[in-house]
Protein backbone atom coordinates (compact mmCIF):
# COMPACT_ATOMS: atom_id res chain seq x y z
CA UNK A 1 0.00 0.00 0.00
CA UNK A 2 3.04 2.08 -0.33
CA UNK A 3 1.35 4.33 -3.21
CA UNK A 4 -2.03 4.63 -1.47
CA UNK A 5 -0.76 7.79 0.47
CA UNK A 6 1.33 9.18 -2.84
CA UNK A 7 -0.09 12.53 -2.97
CA UNK A 8 0.23 13.11 0.62
CA UNK A 9 3.88 12.94 -0.15
CA UNK A 10 3.47 14.95 -2.99
CA UNK A 11 1.97 17.75 -0.78
CA UNK A 12 5.47 17.86 1.02
CA UNK A 13 7.79 17.93 -2.20
CA UNK A 14 5.76 20.13 -5.04
CA UNK A 15 7.67 23.30 -3.85
CA UNK A 16 10.82 21.95 -3.50
CA UNK A 17 10.85 19.89 -7.40
CA UNK A 18 9.40 23.49 -8.97
CA UNK A 19 12.53 24.76 -7.67
CA UNK A 20 14.85 22.12 -8.51
CA UNK A 21 13.39 21.06 -11.66
CA UNK A 22 10.65 24.16 -12.62
CA UNK A 23 9.26 25.77 -12.88
CA UNK A 24 6.47 24.63 -15.22
CA UNK A 25 2.86 25.46 -16.37
CA UNK A 26 2.09 22.05 -15.85
CA UNK A 27 3.21 21.76 -12.23
CA UNK A 28 -0.50 20.83 -10.98
CA UNK A 29 -0.71 17.40 -12.67
CA UNK A 30 2.46 15.71 -10.60
CA UNK A 31 -0.67 15.60 -7.69
CA UNK A 32 -3.67 15.61 -10.49
CA UNK A 33 -2.29 13.04 -12.14
CA UNK A 34 -2.70 10.48 -10.02
CA UNK A 35 -5.78 11.52 -8.59
CA UNK A 36 -7.09 11.12 -12.37
CA UNK A 37 -5.52 7.69 -12.93
CA UNK A 38 -6.71 6.17 -9.85
CA UNK A 39 -10.82 8.02 -10.03
CA UNK A 40 -10.59 6.21 -14.18
CA UNK A 41 -8.76 2.78 -13.45
CA UNK A 42 -10.80 1.95 -10.10
CA UNK A 43 -13.54 0.10 -10.67
CA UNK A 44 -12.03 -1.69 -14.20
CA UNK A 45 -9.10 -3.28 -12.17
CA UNK A 46 -11.27 -4.01 -9.34
CA UNK A 47 -13.62 -6.00 -11.77
CA UNK A 48 -10.67 -7.69 -13.50
CA UNK A 49 -8.79 -9.31 -9.95
CA UNK A 50 -12.41 -10.75 -9.26
CA UNK A 51 -11.99 -12.32 -12.48
CA UNK A 52 -8.76 -13.00 -13.09
CA UNK A 53 -8.10 -13.07 -9.57
CA UNK A 54 -6.63 -9.91 -6.92
CA UNK A 55 -2.75 -11.38 -6.33
CA UNK A 56 -2.03 -10.88 -10.25
CA UNK A 57 -3.65 -7.50 -9.98
CA UNK A 58 -1.48 -6.66 -6.97
CA UNK A 59 1.87 -8.10 -8.21
CA UNK A 60 1.15 -5.45 -11.23
CA UNK A 61 0.56 -2.87 -9.17
CA UNK A 62 3.70 -2.81 -6.98
CA UNK A 63 5.73 -3.40 -10.48
CA UNK A 64 3.90 -0.31 -11.98
CA UNK A 65 4.01 1.69 -9.31
CA UNK A 66 7.89 0.97 -8.42
CA UNK A 67 8.60 1.60 -12.16
CA UNK A 68 6.66 5.22 -11.34
CA UNK A 69 8.24 6.05 -8.13
CA UNK A 70 11.51 5.50 -9.76
CA UNK A 71 10.77 7.75 -12.92
CA UNK A 72 9.97 10.51 -10.50
CA UNK A 73 12.58 9.88 -8.47
CA UNK A 74 15.54 10.35 -11.33
CA UNK A 75 13.12 13.17 -13.45
CA UNK A 76 14.62 16.32 -14.58
CA UNK A 77 11.93 18.07 -15.84
CA UNK A 78 8.32 18.24 -14.47
CA UNK A 79 6.77 16.25 -17.22
CA UNK A 80 8.84 13.50 -16.38
CA UNK A 81 7.64 13.44 -12.50
CA UNK A 82 4.04 13.77 -14.09
CA UNK A 83 5.07 10.53 -16.41
CA UNK A 84 5.77 8.69 -13.24
CA UNK A 85 2.95 9.93 -11.46
CA UNK A 86 0.47 8.12 -13.89
CA UNK A 87 2.12 4.92 -13.38
CA UNK A 88 2.10 5.42 -9.92
CA UNK A 89 -1.31 6.31 -9.80
CA UNK A 90 -2.20 2.75 -12.10
CA UNK A 91 -0.24 1.04 -9.56
CA UNK A 92 -2.42 2.56 -6.93
CA UNK A 93 -5.02 1.81 -8.26
CA UNK A 94 -4.25 -1.91 -8.35
CA UNK A 95 -3.33 -1.65 -4.78
CA UNK A 96 -6.97 -0.88 -3.66
CA UNK A 97 -7.62 -4.67 -3.79
CA UNK A 98 -6.02 -4.72 -0.87
CA UNK A 99 -9.71 -3.47 0.87
CA UNK A 100 -10.91 -6.89 -0.80
CA UNK A 101 -8.30 -9.41 -0.10
CA UNK A 102 -8.91 -8.38 3.42
CA UNK A 103 -12.24 -8.36 3.86
CA UNK A 104 -13.01 -11.95 1.67
CA UNK A 105 -10.42 -13.76 4.33
CA UNK A 106 -11.74 -12.67 7.33
CA UNK A 107 -15.14 -13.87 9.16
CA UNK A 108 -17.67 -10.92 7.96
CA UNK A 109 -18.40 -10.14 11.53
CA UNK A 110 -15.02 -9.44 11.93
CA UNK A 111 -14.43 -6.64 9.17
CA UNK A 112 -15.54 -3.62 10.64
CA UNK A 113 -12.29 -4.23 13.02
CA UNK A 114 -10.48 -5.48 10.30
CA UNK A 115 -10.67 -2.94 7.60
CA UNK A 116 -10.02 -0.55 10.59
CA UNK A 117 -6.56 -1.75 11.35
CA UNK A 118 -5.70 -1.73 7.57
CA UNK A 119 -6.80 2.13 7.46
CA UNK A 120 -4.93 2.84 10.17
CA UNK A 121 -1.96 1.10 9.09
CA UNK A 122 -1.90 3.35 5.88
CA UNK A 123 -1.61 6.87 7.58
CA UNK A 124 1.93 7.12 9.30
CA UNK A 125 3.23 7.70 5.73
CA UNK A 126 0.66 10.61 5.52
CA UNK A 127 1.82 11.73 8.99
CA UNK A 128 5.37 11.65 8.93
CA UNK A 129 5.80 12.50 4.81
CA UNK A 130 4.51 15.77 5.51
CA UNK A 131 7.65 16.88 7.48
CA UNK A 132 9.38 17.64 4.37
CA UNK A 133 7.04 20.52 4.25
CA UNK A 134 3.50 21.28 1.83
CA UNK A 135 2.29 22.80 -1.70
CA UNK A 136 -0.90 22.82 -2.68
CA UNK A 137 -2.33 22.56 -6.48
CA UNK A 138 -3.34 26.00 -7.63
CA UNK A 139 -4.95 25.11 -11.26
CA UNK A 140 -8.46 24.28 -11.95
CA UNK A 141 -7.69 22.76 -14.81
CA UNK A 142 -8.14 19.20 -14.01
CA UNK A 143 -11.97 20.16 -13.73
CA UNK A 144 -12.69 19.23 -17.47
CA UNK A 145 -10.39 16.52 -18.27
CA UNK A 146 -12.39 14.50 -14.55
CA UNK A 147 -16.01 15.58 -15.66
CA UNK A 148 -14.81 13.87 -19.43
CA UNK A 149 -14.00 10.44 -17.23
CA UNK A 150 -17.17 10.60 -15.16
CA UNK A 151 -19.01 11.53 -18.06
CA UNK A 152 -17.19 7.79 -20.25
CA UNK A 153 -18.20 6.14 -16.95
CA UNK A 154 -21.91 7.25 -16.93
CA UNK A 155 -21.85 6.27 -21.23
CA UNK A 156 -20.49 2.65 -19.99
CA UNK A 157 -22.87 2.29 -17.04
CA UNK A 158 -25.63 3.13 -19.73
CA UNK A 159 -24.64 0.62 -21.99
CA UNK A 160 -24.37 -2.22 -19.47
CA UNK A 161 -27.93 -1.52 -18.31
CA UNK A 162 -28.71 -2.44 -21.57
CA UNK A 163 -26.92 -5.36 -22.29
CA UNK A 164 -26.61 -9.33 -20.56
CA UNK A 165 -23.01 -9.16 -20.18
CA UNK A 166 -21.46 -11.66 -17.54
CA UNK A 167 -18.21 -9.97 -16.80
CA UNK A 168 -20.11 -6.09 -17.04
CA UNK A 169 -18.06 -3.88 -15.22
CA UNK A 170 -20.48 -2.54 -13.36
CA UNK A 171 -22.66 -5.43 -12.67
CA UNK A 172 -26.64 -5.22 -12.82
CA UNK A 173 -26.50 -7.16 -8.97
CA UNK A 174 -24.62 -4.09 -7.57
CA UNK A 175 -25.69 -1.33 -9.27
CA UNK A 176 -29.60 -1.78 -8.35
CA UNK A 177 -28.79 -2.47 -4.41
CA UNK A 178 -29.94 1.43 -3.88
CA UNK A 179 -29.86 1.73 -0.01
CA UNK A 180 -26.95 -0.65 0.00
CA UNK A 181 -24.58 0.23 -2.56
CA UNK A 182 -25.54 3.34 -4.68
CA UNK A 183 -26.53 5.72 -2.01
CA UNK A 184 -23.55 4.79 0.29
CA UNK A 185 -21.25 5.26 -2.65
CA UNK A 186 -22.88 8.62 -3.33
CA UNK A 187 -21.98 9.30 0.81
CA UNK A 188 -18.53 8.29 -0.04
CA UNK A 189 -17.99 11.23 -2.73
CA UNK A 190 -19.93 13.88 -0.53
CA UNK A 191 -17.23 12.61 2.25
CA UNK A 192 -14.61 13.45 -0.28
CA UNK A 193 -15.92 16.66 -1.04
CA UNK A 194 -16.23 17.80 2.90
CA UNK A 195 -12.12 16.01 3.56
CA UNK A 196 -10.67 17.91 0.78
CA UNK A 197 -11.70 21.33 2.44
CA UNK A 198 -9.38 20.51 5.02
CA UNK A 199 -6.86 18.50 2.58
CA UNK A 200 -6.15 22.01 0.21
CA UNK A 201 -6.60 25.03 3.15
CA UNK A 202 -4.48 23.25 5.80
CA UNK A 203 -1.05 23.91 4.48
CA UNK A 204 -1.64 27.11 3.21
CA UNK A 205 -3.12 27.62 6.60
CA UNK A 206 -0.14 26.80 8.40
CA UNK A 207 2.34 28.79 6.21
CA UNK A 208 0.52 32.09 5.71
CA UNK A 209 -1.17 31.78 9.18
CA UNK A 210 1.03 30.12 11.98
CA UNK A 211 4.91 29.90 10.58
CA UNK A 212 7.15 29.67 8.17
CA UNK A 213 9.43 27.55 9.77
CA UNK A 214 10.26 24.27 7.25
CA UNK A 215 10.10 22.19 10.83
CA UNK A 216 7.25 23.47 12.43
CA UNK A 217 5.68 23.52 9.05
CA UNK A 218 5.96 19.39 9.28
CA UNK A 219 5.10 18.96 12.76
CA UNK A 220 1.27 20.66 12.30
CA UNK A 221 1.07 19.17 8.72
CA UNK A 222 1.24 15.97 10.91
CA UNK A 223 -2.34 16.78 12.66
CA UNK A 224 -4.10 14.92 9.88
CA UNK A 225 -1.96 11.82 9.85
CA UNK A 226 -1.78 11.30 13.30
CA UNK A 227 -5.79 11.48 13.35
CA UNK A 228 -6.29 9.20 11.17
CA UNK A 229 -4.20 6.61 13.39
CA UNK A 230 -6.97 6.48 15.88
CA UNK A 231 -9.83 7.19 13.54
CA UNK A 232 -10.28 3.84 11.55
CA UNK A 233 -8.95 2.21 15.24
CA UNK A 234 -12.11 3.46 16.70
CA UNK A 235 -14.34 3.24 13.38
CA UNK A 236 -13.92 -0.40 13.35
CA UNK A 237 -14.68 -1.47 17.20
CA UNK A 238 -17.38 0.83 17.06
CA UNK A 239 -19.04 -0.67 13.97
CA UNK A 240 -18.16 -4.77 15.09
CA UNK A 241 -20.14 -4.04 18.30
CA UNK A 242 -23.46 -1.72 17.75
CA UNK A 243 -25.71 -3.23 15.34
CA UNK A 244 -26.91 0.25 13.92
CA UNK A 245 -24.60 0.79 10.98
CA UNK A 246 -26.47 3.26 9.32
CA UNK A 247 -27.43 5.90 12.52
CA UNK A 248 -23.87 5.18 13.08
CA UNK A 249 -22.69 6.48 9.83
CA UNK A 250 -25.21 9.33 9.77
CA UNK A 251 -23.77 10.53 13.05
CA UNK A 252 -20.43 10.14 11.87
CA UNK A 253 -20.89 12.42 8.76
CA UNK A 254 -23.20 14.84 11.27
CA UNK A 255 -20.12 15.23 12.98
CA UNK A 256 -17.61 15.57 10.11
CA UNK A 257 -19.80 18.32 8.70
CA UNK A 258 -19.70 19.86 11.92
CA UNK A 259 -15.97 19.63 12.73
CA UNK A 260 -15.17 21.35 8.92
CA UNK A 261 -17.88 24.06 9.55
CA UNK A 262 -16.19 24.93 12.95
CA UNK A 263 -13.20 25.86 11.06
CA UNK A 264 -14.33 28.84 9.95
CA UNK A 265 -12.88 29.76 13.51
CA UNK A 266 -9.49 30.66 11.82
CA UNK A 267 -7.63 32.97 12.43
CA UNK A 268 -3.81 34.01 13.37
CA UNK A 269 -4.30 33.11 16.99
CA UNK A 270 -6.03 29.97 16.93
CA UNK A 271 -3.03 27.89 15.84
CA UNK A 272 -4.07 25.14 18.81
CA UNK A 273 -7.65 25.07 18.04
CA UNK A 274 -6.94 24.49 14.17
CA UNK A 275 -4.62 21.80 14.91
CA UNK A 276 -7.16 20.47 17.34
CA UNK A 277 -9.83 20.26 14.57
CA UNK A 278 -7.78 19.41 11.96
CA UNK A 279 -6.93 15.70 14.09
CA UNK A 280 -10.38 15.27 14.49
CA UNK A 281 -10.64 15.68 10.15
CA UNK A 282 -8.11 13.02 10.02
CA UNK A 283 -9.50 10.55 12.61
CA UNK A 284 -13.33 11.39 10.75
CA UNK A 285 -12.28 10.69 7.42
CA UNK A 286 -10.66 7.39 8.53
CA UNK A 287 -13.56 6.38 10.71
CA UNK A 288 -15.71 7.17 7.34
CA UNK A 289 -13.83 5.22 5.07
CA UNK A 290 -13.65 2.13 6.95
CA UNK A 291 -17.56 2.63 7.55
CA UNK A 292 -18.49 2.69 4.01
CA UNK A 293 -16.03 0.42 2.83
CA UNK A 294 -17.33 -2.12 5.22
CA UNK A 295 -21.20 -1.06 4.29
CA UNK A 296 -20.53 -2.25 0.82
CA UNK A 297 -18.46 -5.08 0.97
CA UNK A 298 -21.24 -6.47 3.62
CA UNK A 299 -23.77 -5.32 1.06
CA UNK A 300 -22.31 -6.48 -2.82
CA UNK A 301 -22.10 -10.38 -3.80
CA UNK A 302 -18.05 -11.56 -3.27
CA UNK A 303 -17.93 -12.35 -6.62
CA UNK A 304 -18.73 -8.46 -7.33
CA UNK A 305 -16.18 -7.36 -4.43
CA UNK A 306 -13.04 -6.32 -6.34
CA UNK A 307 -15.65 -3.99 -8.85
CA UNK A 308 -17.42 -2.61 -5.70
CA UNK A 309 -14.35 -1.26 -3.84
CA UNK A 310 -13.29 0.13 -7.54
CA UNK A 311 -16.28 2.42 -7.64
CA UNK A 312 -15.54 3.31 -3.90
CA UNK A 313 -12.24 4.53 -4.54
CA UNK A 314 -13.63 6.13 -7.43
CA UNK A 315 -16.41 7.69 -6.01
CA UNK A 316 -13.87 9.17 -2.91
CA UNK A 317 -11.30 10.70 -5.59
CA UNK A 318 -13.60 12.32 -7.87
CA UNK A 319 -15.48 13.95 -5.32
CA UNK A 320 -12.37 14.87 -3.92
CA UNK A 321 -11.14 16.14 -6.96
CA UNK A 322 -14.45 18.12 -8.14
CA UNK A 323 -14.27 19.71 -4.60
CA UNK A 324 -10.54 21.11 -5.15
CA UNK A 325 -11.51 22.79 -8.05
CA UNK A 326 -14.19 24.52 -6.29
CA UNK A 327 -12.67 25.29 -3.56
CA UNK A 328 -9.92 26.79 -5.59
CA UNK A 329 -11.61 29.11 -7.13
CA UNK A 330 -13.40 30.24 -4.25
CA UNK A 331 -10.31 30.99 -2.58
CA UNK A 332 -9.17 32.71 -5.35
CA UNK A 333 -11.94 34.63 -6.35
CA UNK A 334 -12.06 36.01 -2.77
CA UNK A 335 -8.12 36.87 -2.32
CA UNK A 336 -8.51 38.84 -5.49
CA UNK A 337 -11.89 40.69 -4.44
CA UNK A 338 -10.99 41.69 -1.06
CA UNK A 339 -6.71 41.16 -0.25
CA UNK A 340 -5.67 43.97 -1.56
CA UNK A 341 -8.38 46.03 -0.48
CA UNK A 342 -7.38 44.55 3.82
CA UNK A 343 -3.71 45.36 3.03
CA UNK A 344 -4.03 48.84 1.38
CA UNK A 345 -6.60 50.30 4.15
CA UNK A 346 -3.89 48.71 6.71
CA UNK A 347 -1.37 50.40 5.08
CA UNK A 348 -3.07 53.69 5.24
CA UNK A 349 -4.11 53.72 8.86
CA UNK A 350 -0.49 52.66 9.66
CA UNK A 351 0.41 56.11 7.70
CA UNK A 352 2.13 54.92 4.68
CA UNK A 353 1.52 57.99 2.05
CA UNK A 354 -0.90 57.29 -0.88
CA UNK A 355 0.95 57.32 -3.19
CA UNK A 356 3.42 54.57 -1.87
CA UNK A 357 -0.13 52.05 -1.11
CA UNK A 358 -0.08 50.58 -4.43
CA UNK A 359 3.76 49.72 -5.16
CA UNK A 360 3.75 48.12 -1.46
CA UNK A 361 0.14 46.14 -1.56
CA UNK A 362 1.03 44.75 -4.83
CA UNK A 363 4.72 43.64 -3.16
CA UNK A 364 2.70 41.80 0.06
CA UNK A 365 -0.30 40.62 -1.81
CA UNK A 366 2.30 38.60 -4.03
CA UNK A 367 4.68 37.56 -1.10
CA UNK A 368 7.45 39.43 -3.17
CA UNK A 369 9.49 40.14 -0.25
CA UNK A 370 12.87 41.23 -2.85
CA UNK A 371 10.71 44.22 -3.98
CA UNK A 372 12.22 47.36 -3.61
CA UNK A 373 8.72 49.09 -2.69
CA UNK A 374 9.33 47.29 0.57
CA UNK A 375 11.32 50.08 1.39
CA UNK A 376 8.88 52.48 1.29
CA UNK A 377 6.99 51.26 4.33
CA UNK A 378 8.08 51.84 7.98
CA UNK A 379 7.93 48.69 10.32
CA UNK A 380 4.93 49.44 11.77
CA UNK A 381 3.44 49.45 8.04
CA UNK A 382 4.58 46.84 7.32
CA UNK A 383 4.05 44.64 10.22
CA UNK A 384 0.27 45.86 9.71
CA UNK A 385 0.16 44.84 6.32
CA UNK A 386 1.74 41.77 7.02
CA UNK A 387 -1.60 41.12 9.43
CA UNK A 388 -4.05 42.46 6.85
CA UNK A 389 -2.41 39.61 4.46
CA UNK A 390 -3.34 37.30 7.00
CA UNK A 391 -6.79 38.62 7.87
CA UNK A 392 -7.31 38.65 3.71
CA UNK A 393 -6.38 34.99 3.60
CA UNK A 394 -8.59 34.23 6.79
CA UNK A 395 -11.66 35.65 5.30
CA UNK A 396 -11.17 33.41 2.31
CA UNK A 397 -10.76 30.48 4.37
CA UNK A 398 -13.64 31.16 6.37
CA UNK A 399 -15.44 31.08 3.03
CA UNK A 400 -14.07 27.98 1.64
CA UNK A 401 -15.20 25.72 5.50
CA UNK A 402 -18.79 28.09 5.22
CA UNK A 403 -19.29 26.04 1.59
CA UNK A 404 -18.35 22.68 3.06
CA UNK A 405 -21.25 22.51 5.25
CA UNK A 406 -23.63 22.44 2.11
CA UNK A 407 -21.95 19.32 0.79
CA UNK A 408 -22.28 17.55 4.32
CA UNK A 409 -25.31 18.17 4.75
CA UNK A 410 -26.18 16.23 1.67
CA UNK A 411 -24.43 13.68 2.43
CA UNK A 412 -26.10 13.15 6.20
CA UNK A 413 -29.08 13.61 4.36
CA UNK A 414 -27.72 10.31 1.75
CA UNK A 415 -26.10 8.24 4.82
CA UNK A 416 -29.48 8.38 6.72
CA UNK A 417 -30.95 6.20 3.72
CA UNK A 418 -28.53 3.58 4.08
CA UNK A 419 -29.09 0.10 5.21
CA UNK A 420 -27.80 -1.71 8.40
CA UNK A 421 -25.25 -4.65 8.22
CA UNK A 422 -26.01 -5.86 11.51
CA UNK A 423 -28.07 -9.42 9.89
CA UNK A 424 -25.13 -9.60 7.25
CA UNK A 425 -22.38 -9.77 10.31
CA UNK A 426 -21.58 -14.04 10.10
CA UNK A 427 -19.28 -15.84 10.93
CA UNK A 428 -18.76 -16.72 7.47
CA UNK A 429 -15.43 -16.87 5.83
CA UNK A 430 -16.09 -15.76 2.06
CA UNK A 431 -12.56 -16.89 0.98
CA UNK A 432 -10.99 -20.04 2.57
CA UNK A 433 -6.95 -20.22 2.95
CA UNK A 434 -5.40 -23.71 2.38
CA UNK A 435 -2.07 -24.97 2.08
CA UNK A 436 -0.68 -24.25 -0.53
CA UNK A 437 -1.81 -20.86 -1.15
CA UNK A 438 -4.30 -22.77 -2.50
CA UNK A 439 -8.59 -20.71 -2.08
CA UNK A 440 -11.81 -22.07 -2.14
CA UNK A 441 -14.99 -19.32 -2.13
CA UNK A 442 -18.13 -20.55 -0.66
CA UNK A 443 -20.13 -19.05 -3.40
CA UNK A 444 -19.14 -21.52 -6.38
CA UNK A 445 -22.44 -21.88 -8.33
CA UNK A 446 -22.43 -17.71 -8.77
CA UNK A 447 -21.65 -16.54 -12.37
CA UNK A 448 -19.55 -13.24 -13.36
CA UNK A 449 -17.33 -13.85 -10.50
CA UNK A 450 -13.63 -15.28 -10.76
CA UNK A 451 -13.84 -18.83 -8.41
CA UNK A 452 -10.55 -20.82 -7.47
CA UNK A 453 -11.05 -23.87 -6.00
CA UNK A 454 -8.90 -25.79 -3.41
CA UNK A 455 -7.50 -28.16 -6.16
CA UNK A 456 -5.96 -24.50 -7.60
CA UNK A 457 -8.47 -25.19 -10.60
CA UNK A 458 -9.89 -21.75 -12.21
CA UNK A 459 -13.88 -21.30 -12.39
CA UNK A 460 -16.03 -19.03 -14.14
Not at 60 to 68: D, F, K, N, R, T
Not at 279 to 296: E, F, K, Q, R, W
Amino acid sequence: MTSVRYCDAWQGVGDMLMCSIGPSSDAVWMVSATYVTVSALSPFVGRFGDIFGRRKVLICGSVLAAIGHLISATAHRINTVIGGAVLIGAGSAMHQVCWSCLGEVVPRKKRPMALGVFEASVFPGSAFGALIGLSRPKSAGTLAPMLIGVAILALCGCWEAFTNNPYAVFPHGIMRNFRGFTIVIGVTFLVGMIYYSTLILWPEEIQVLFTTEPITIGLYSMAIGMGGLLGGLIAGVLFQRINHARWLLTGLITVFTACSGLQAIVGPGTHIASTILVILIGALISAATVATNTMVQLHVPHQYLGVAMGLVTTARNVGGSVSTTIYTVILQNDLTSHLAKFIATALVTAGLPLADVPAVTGALATANTTSPALALASPQALEAGIYAVKMGYTHAFKLVYYVSIAFGALGIVCAAFTLDIGHLMTSQVDVLLHEGAHIKTRDEGVSGGHIITHTGEEKS
